[in-house]
């Protein structure tokens, strides 16, 4: 019998419902060349093709910015073509009964009542309109595959399919895990974000794979035939390894939590067990598995060797959840909460002001416990938070009531359908185990704005709660003529039909823009950073000014392709390309030194061109990342601001100028008081500007407190310049200066008492190197009282006591040194300098005390470097410590460090050399035996 027109329709709707399944988990652009695939675009079609085309294509073949993006798009023009299709089966063929109308109509109302928040109640209303545009592809989806699952076994189909596309994603991320993707996926940074590469997420890809072995799981113990059970067995074990090895805490506290109810419930239904030793075996599998992650072996390529497991579980300490984003997030969001309980701030609107209310929490709480951050926050890692604080009590009433209808409804429908088939049950554990995982998840993490995930979820929701029945009251009546049907039908499948074309108009703007903009996003971003980190050229050498200058400048202008319109609201890229104006600024000066020194003929107005184009340039990145700010609060944003403008006030002396970049400097600051960039940027103005000291001094005790390495590498490294550099009064201006900030962040939390100690140590030493030895002498005694650490000053003391040639006192105090400290791991430069001290004091000759360090030196080149601080640092002699640092210089592995050889140049230049009459005899500290 021919198959009807109803028949083929409606099974082109099942096989698109499941087509969106697999577009959502493993869509990705591969690894294309996009200037070589437009080139040859460019030679196969005529010009009024050629931006359509591009449009269309390039992002769903290229490597885009966000993977995510480009699934949000595909999934919102694929479920819009469903809805198109299932609309036009149900105008012609089935009308809508009584009670579809209530159930489509609480749909519907939360759909509406999330428009009006995204539309006239948020403060972003483009943002929050494409936000609209993603919930209600993934709610309408839900709606559609509820109806079809209602006459068709959906549920084992599906499941079968998410099994299937479980298993791809399983493969491909053990092949990322090794390295073996051979090129056809983009790599991605860091190990847990290439393995979740394909699905978009590296905790996305743990969720969707914790979500696919419950359904495994219930297949196993349901089926009756070995062999399926053995396969399922494997797919299962290949499951937890990449679980293991993609590293999510939070997927392994959700499987530990719900793994073992789901086992005994399957057990008590089916009657089937795996027995003990079966059991045995999985145990022992899994065993190993996990210690594989311990076997420290390059031939194990089994283990993470970027970050091993117990080093990921050896981060669950106080220290590690004092940086928690999760609980940061949850203790800000509370007043935003309390400012508008029942309507929230609207749909979408948490990115925008989550960073306010975070900023008022920093400044109300300059000491808090919970550490800052210095990246945005655009969600809340906790989707039922943030759906409170977007949508309010109301938002969160709606959401609760329709979610208790569809599960109240879907477990009478299963109560009357398990007669008929009560093996499916089990299949139905499983699906609810998946659906409370990623319930939880929602407390953990973001999974309701991950595309792969909602939308199976919203699949597996929709055919667990519309069950066909043999005698569901809710069934549809048989098919009637076209003049019979109601009118009621009528105008509800025209208004659904409206929508869907509204909501496919809406979803066809934003993604496919949002897809173009994203693509010059990484676009930009790879000509931004091969220019910020100082790439080569293919030959190996550094890239020149004007290579730089040239490479950001094509990367400014990428985007602005006659035949492309973009999205002119994406605010990342717009922040982007201000960024990249800056950034062209900056080079401005060494282009036009590179143009000085190459005396071209068309130098002199090729320079007199960029000078004029470098305030342009500058103005022009503060505009456009205000313009960025119109959709995202972003502390990075009001820096770039600040920045340009502060490197724009030198050029142009208008003191509007200079207050927009004081300005926006302090609003980034207050955004993210961890910025370290921005803090020391705003301190160093105000120094150079000679404004607010207490300021200065919050600022950079804000850089000490939350990014340490950062105050070594921007603040200490001007004091041991000035040091190095002869400037004793420079090097102690700058020694107190810091350690008043030290002691700032002491005196109000203890924590940092061990920065303070620190800079003590450094403040005393400038002393001791200007000279001022009785102020040193009286610092180290306020330093003992102040902080009891016997060891720390001892090592001040015996620097001041060698300082002030008072050997025997010095030798008391290192002889307690070295005899307290084996431990210690300045144990060897203690035990260098005793003996060292030994031969100055005559207690031991050089032979005795100093020749078996020189016969050690050869294989341990540090102790050459040790003894040559003792004689420079301790005794002042700098030809001594010259020629130990010529004998390290002389062993060519390891090679000098950075800091040794700027140590020996200079010696160098300290030591005159001798003239070849006047040669002093070898000093016998220094001669070689």
Known sequence: ??????????????????????????????????????NRLEALLPDSLLGPVYTATLPMLCNVHEVLILKEGLIAMSVWLLTAV????????????????????????????????????????????KTLTRVASVGIYGLVVADMARRDDLLRRGAILILAIAGALTVVALLQHVGWTLGFLPASEGHRNRMGSLIGHNTGLSIYLLMAAGIALSFLYASRRGRTKLWLAVGLGFFGLVLLLAQSRSAWAIALVLVAPLLIGLRRLTGWGPGLKRAALAAAVAALLIGSQFVNNPLNVLRVMEYPLARRLADLTPA????????????????????????????????????????????NNPFMWITPTDKRTQRAHNDYLQWLVETGLIGLALGGYWLFAAVRRGRRRQARALTVAPLDEAHRYGVAFALLAFAMQGLLDFPFHIAPLVVTAAFLFAVWHSTPAPDDDDALPPPRPFFRRRIGSLALSGLLLLLGIVGGAAAWRFHTRELMADFYNASAQSNYRLVADNASNPDGRPLRASDKYRVLNESDQYGH??????????????????????????????TIDELEKSQAADAAPRIQSLQTERPQRYALAADLARQSLREYRNHRAYALIGDAYNKLYPLSRNTEHLNAAIENLEVAVGYSPAYAPVLYQLSELYTKLGRHPERIIELRSMVARYHWRYYEDKFLEYLFG???????????????????????????????????????????????????????????????????????????????????????????????????????????FWEIARDMLAVRTGRASATEAVAPWLQRAPQEPTIYEYM??????????????????????????????????????ELRQAVEPLGAGDAAEPNEATQNP
């Not at 109640?121 to 483009?126: A, E, G, H, M, V």
């Not at 982007?576 to 800056?582: E, S, V």
């Open 86 to 129: 299932w609309l036009a089966v149900r105008f012609v063929w089935r009308p809508f009964r009584p009670s579809e109308w209530r159930w489509i109509g609480v749909v519907l109302a939360v759909l509406v009542a999330l428009a009006v928040s995204a539309l006239f109640q948020s403060p972003t209303p483009w943002y929050s309109f």
């Open 320 to 363: 590690t959840l004092r940086t928690e984003t999760r609980l940061r997030t949850l203790r800000c969001s509370l007043p935003l909460i309390a400012q508008s309980p029942l309507v929230g701030h609207g749909l979408g609107s948490f990115q925008y002001v989550y960073p306010e209310a975070q900023r008022d929490y920093y400044l």
């Open 1 to 38: 019998m021919k198959p009807s027109v109803q028949f083929m329709i409606e099974r082109f709707c099942r096989i698109q419902a499941l087509a969106v399944l697999i577009v959502a988990a493993l869509a990705r652009p591969l690894q294309i060349n996009s200037e070589d695939l437009f």
């Open 722 to 828: 000035a040091v190095s550099e002869g400037e004793m009064d420079r090097a102690l201006g700058a020694a107190r200066s810091l350690l008043e900030v030290a002691e700032f962040n002491a005196d109000h939390d203890s924590r940092y008492a061990s920065h303070a100690k620190r800079m003590r140590g450094f403040y005393i030493q400038a002393l001791i190197f200007r000279g001022d030895y009785e102020t040193a002498a009286q610092e180290l005694q306020t330093s003992r009282e102040r902080y009891p650490d016997s060891r720390r000053w001892d090592k001040v003391e015996a620097h001041l006591l060698c300082a002030q040639k008072q050997y025997a006192e010095a030798a008391t105090v290192i002889d307690r040194l070295v005899a307290g400290g084996a431990d210690d791991p300045e144990h060897l």
């Open 561 to 590: 392709l006659p035949a492309i319109q973009l999205e002119p609201r994406h605010s990342e890229y717009l922040f982007l390309r201000g960024l990249t104006q800056k950034a062209i600024a900056d080079l401005i000066p060494a």
């Open 868 to 905: 040559a601080q003792v004689a420079n640092e301790f005794f002042g002699d700098k030809a001594a410590a010259l020629g130990y640092l010529e004998q390290r210089e002389a062993i060519a592995t390891p090679p000098l460090s950075a800091p040794v050889a700027d140590r020996l140049r």
